[in-house]
């Protein structure tokens, strides 16, 4: 969703700091954009743990605690892709096929964001640890999927 | 907001890495929290950049852009205090002040959700970049509050 949107908001980003707006992106730009990608991608880890903990029993299920934790990975999967702009392989995971494979690409992302979407949506009707795998499968499918062939090993 | 349910949900996410779930976090986990609270400083630090371009006329207004990127704002001050729980200073700027002043942290830490949510819910309203400065500046406000006190220089 909003993929050409977020194209040129991630454009706009590099542009801002190169005042010029010139692509390609310089290494120092390079650099930042590895670095918000990365940031999203441990944030993303640091609440789906939780989750998966209480999915596993190896957290106490809370109700407030799914929400925000859920809330969360919604919303940091909507401003996800902008870390991937054209050029901004660098020193990372990422690999080259993102970019010759961008449609792709843009599907597996949305993926992310319908499964964070519905796990944020429904995590209210989710009354026990049990509960929980339904909506979390999905999201871990998501990352798999993506991950698997998008991200160098 | 929501304070006492954010501390708790960090020290969960300790204790989900730590299986035991004790405290003091260890070197291991202070390094996760360290990368994830910074994560979303990098990510708080790329969403402000193009409104503050639009602001100051280095990038074209764009409503839509706005808005993203002021959703983007809210949403990751909402997830930013759970990176600070008690005994993370670890290898960072975070300075020990915000532990013996865990209060003044939190309100300084509530002004930017504030601010952000301000931004976020009134950017609908801005029709040209002359409106954004007025939305902005309090953002910008929260975070010189706290980085005076609580970021190393």
């Known amino acids: 969703m909003l993929r050409s949107f977020v194209r040129a908001a991630a454009i706009g980003f590099v542009g801002t700091s190169l005042l010029a707006g010139a692509l390609p992106a310089t290494a120092q730009d390079v650099g930042k954009i590895v670095a918000y990608r990365?940031?999203?991608?441990?944030?993303?880890?640091?609440?789906?743990?939780?989750?998966?903990g209480m999915a596993k029993g190896e957290v106490a299920f809370d109700q407030a605690k799914l929400q925000h934790h859920a809330n969360a990975l919604a919303a940091?999967?909507?401003?996800?892709?902008?870390?991937?702009?054209?050029?901004?392989?660098?020193?990372?995971?990422?690999?080259?096929?993102?970019?010759?494979?961008?449609?792709?690409?843009?599907?597996?992302?949305?993926?992310?964001?319908?499964?964070?979407?519905?796990?944020?949506?429904?995590?209210?009707?989710v009354t026990d640890a049990g509960g929980i795998g339904a909506l979390l499968g999905p999201v871990g499918g998501a990352c798999k999927a993506c991950h698997d062939s998008y991200r160098a090993q």
């Open 38 to 52: 990365q940031g999203i991608m441990k944030a993303l880890g640091w609440h789906i743990g939780p989750i998966a």
């Open 76 to 125: 940091l999967s909507q401003i996800l892709q902008e870390g991937f702009p054209e050029g901004s392989a660098g020193d990372s995971k990422a690999k080259p096929d993102i970019w010759t494979n961008w449609a792709d690409f843009e599907t597996k992302v949305d993926g992310l964001e319908t499964a964070t979407a519905a796990l944020a949506a429904g995590a209210g009707g």
